[in-house]
C-alpha cells in the first residue's frame, strides 16, 4: 500500500484499523492465531501427551484460507488488504509464516512416526522454541517493525 495522504487514504486507514487491521501494512494479526493456536496445543503435550493427537489435527492454512474460514468481522477486508500490501512486506510475512507452517508439518510428521510420548514431548518443546520468536517475528512485520526490530526479537 502506497504511503499516500489525503481523505481517501486517511478513510481507508481508519477502515482497517476499525477492522483490527494494522493500516501502515495493511496485515492483520489474528491470522497469528492460528499459530498461537498450534503453540498452545503443543505447549499441552510435555504435561498431558493426549493433547499430541489435538495438535495432529492441526492444519495449515494460508492467509486467505485463515480469514474465509474464520469468523473475523472485517474478513473479506482483511484479505484485500493482504492482497493489495506492500510486496516487499507481504514477501517477508509470508517467508516467515512458510517457515512456521514448514516447522509445525514437520513436527507433525515426526510426532506421527514417533510412538513414545517422551519423544513426542521433546518434539513439542523444540518446535515451541522454534516457533515462538517466529510469532513474534511475524507480529513485528504486521505493525511495521523493520530488520532492526527483528534482530532484536532474536537477540533477546
Not at 34 to 46: C, K, R, S, T
Not at 81 to 90: I, N
Request: include cysteine; aromatic fraction near 8%; charged fraction near 20%.
Amino acid at each position: 500500500m502506497p504511503h499516500q495522504s489525503g481523505p481517501n487514504q486517511e478513510a481507508r486507514a481508519a477502515q482497517l484499523r476499525a477492522a483490527n487491521i494494522q493500516s501502515r501494512t495493511g496485515l492483520a494479526t489474528d491470522y497469528l492465531n492460528h499459530f498461537n493456536e498450534a503453540i498452545m496445543l503443543l505447549e499441552m503435550v510435555p504435561d498431558m501427551p493426549e493433547c499430541a493427537e489435538d495438535f495432529l489435527e492441526w492444519q495449515p492454512l494460508s492467509y486467505g484460507e485463515h480469514f474465509t474460514a474464520s469468523h473475523f468481522k472485517a474478513r473479506d477486508l482483511a484479505i484485500e488488504a493482504y492482497e493489495s500490501a506492500d510486496a516487499s512486506v507481504r514477501a517477508e510475512f509470508d517467508n516467515v509464516t512458510s517457515a512456521m507452517t514448514s516447522i509445525l508439518t514437520a513436527v507433525g510428521d515426526a510426532m506421527r512416526a514417533a510412538k513414545q510420548d517422551k519423544t513426542r514431548s521433546r518434539l513439542a518443546e523444540q518446535a515451541t522454541g522454534w516457533v515462538k520468536p517466529l510469532v513474534a517475528m511475524a507480529g513485528g512485520i504486521i505493525n511495521g517493525g523493520g530488520e532492526a526490530d527483528v534482530d532484536y526479537i532474536m537477540t533477546h
